[in-house]
């Protein structure tokens, strides 16, 4: 299958959106989206559907160190049932463990910081959550 993917690290504040495609199997950043307010960030998210036309979406799986589930899993779980049927696309959950942790180890050594770091931390967690998908998925539609 050929597309775009997009990839969203959820959050009760922002949302770390990044794109992807199938061809290049090459996933980028594309931006956060930010506010607690679940309106405009569903008008967001719907806007960039519109834009990018993804062949389907993932969203990152919070989980504890040892695999446990957790509040955030459970609000994660439920953006992505949301997703899907606002949207109609297949839909992929993705264990994110030290996604984070490695987007700020690469904001440090560009030396990012401040608000840009804030900005930009969660759209490279998505990007990471995409990058490891595609790396490990053949490009079929997401389960």
Known sequence: MK???LAFDFGLKRIGV???DWETRLAHPLETIAGEANAPRFERIGALIGEWRP???VVGLPLSMDGEAHEMTQRC???ANQLHGRYG??????DERLTSVSAESRLDE???HGR???AALDSLAAQEILQDYMS???PTQPE
């Open 136 to 138: 490990r998925h053949e």
């Open 89 to 94: 696309l297949p839909v992929a959950l993705v």
């Open 116 to 118: 840009k770091r804030k």
């Open 55 to 57: 062949v389907g979406l």
């Open 77 to 79: 779980r439920r953006f």
């Open 110 to 112: 560009a030396g990012v």
């Open 18 to 20: 990044a794109v992807g």
């Open 3 to 5: 597309g775009a993917v």
